[in-house]
C-alpha cells in the first residue's frame, strides 16, 4: 500500500501544534494576572495535552482528559472565580521586592526544569521486550475489576468524600453570613 | 526518514515537556497571589505528573494498562481535590471578601 505523501510532515505539524498549545496554555496559566485568561490557559493547556495523549497511544485518557479537566474542572474553576473576586490584587510590595522574589522563583523552577530534563535525556532507558497486552479500552475495563478493584472502589469513596466535603463548607459558610 | 527518528516518537520530548508543566506549576505556586490562581498551577503539577506516568507507560512498561490507570486515578484526585479547595476558596470569600492568600493570615500574629 502506498503511503500518504508527507505523512511524516502532517504528523510532525500536529505533534507541534500538542507541544506549543501545551506550552503556550501552561505559560498563559502562570503568567497572566486576570484569573479568567490563567483558567483559558489551564484549558488550552488540556487541549494539547489531550492531543499529546493520542501520540501516546492512550485515546480513552485523551477523551477523559477533555471530559474531566476542560468540562469539568475548568468550568468549576470559572463558577469560582464568577463568585469570588475576578482579578488579583496590584501588588502590594515594592518593585525591587517583586523582581526579587519573581527572579527567585524563575531560577528556583527553571533549575527544576533543567535538573529534571538532564535526568530524562541523558539516561539509557531500557525497552521492554515484550507486552503484555495492547492497552485497549477492553484491557483497562478488565484491569480496573481485576487487578484494581480496590482502588477503583476506593477512589469512588474519596470522590464520595469530597462531594459530602465540599456540600457541608459550602452551606456552612452559607448559614454563618 | 524511519519513524522512529520522528520526534514524537522518542521519550525525551514528552519527558521534557512534563518537566516544563511542572516548573510552570512550581513558579506559578509561588508567584500567585491568589488562592484559585495557585490551584490553578496546582493543577499543572497533575498534569505533569500524568504525562509524565503516560509516555512511561507508552515507551518502557511491559503491562501499558497501568499507567494509563494511573493517570485516571490522578485525574479523579484532581478533580476531588479541586472541588474541595473551591468550597474552601468560596467559604473564605464569604469571610474575608477577599480570595487573596495574604488576607487569610490571621495565626500568624
Redesign the interface.
Known sequence: MKPFPAADLLVLGVFAVAVLLTVAGALIAVLSTRLIRSVCGLALTCFGLALLYYFLHSPFLALMEILIYVGAICVTIIFAVMLAEPDEAPAQESRGAAFLWGGLALVVSGAVFWALVQLGWGHAWAAPTSRANAGTVHDLGVALLTTYSLAFELISLVLLAAILGALVIAHHGRSKS | ?S?NQ???HR??????????????????L?????L??M???G??IF?AA??NF??F??????????G??M???I??????????A??????V???YR???A?AVSELSG
Open positions: 526518514m519513524p520522528l520526534c514524537c521519550p525525551e520530548v514528552y519527558l521534557a515537556l512534563a518537566a516544563f508543566l511542572f516548573a510552570a506549576g512550581v513558579f506559578g509561588v508567584r500567585r497571589r491568589t484559585i490562581g490551584l490553578i498551577a493543577e499543572l498534569s500524568s504525562l503516560l509516555t507507560n507508552r515507551f518502557f512498561v511491559e503491562d501499558p494498562t497501568v494509563q490507570l493517570a485516571l486515578f485525574m479523579a484526585l484532581a478533580a476531588a481535590e479541586v472541588a474541595i473551591l468550597s474552601i476558596i468560596i467559604a470569600y464569604r469571610n477577599s480570595i487573596n495574604k
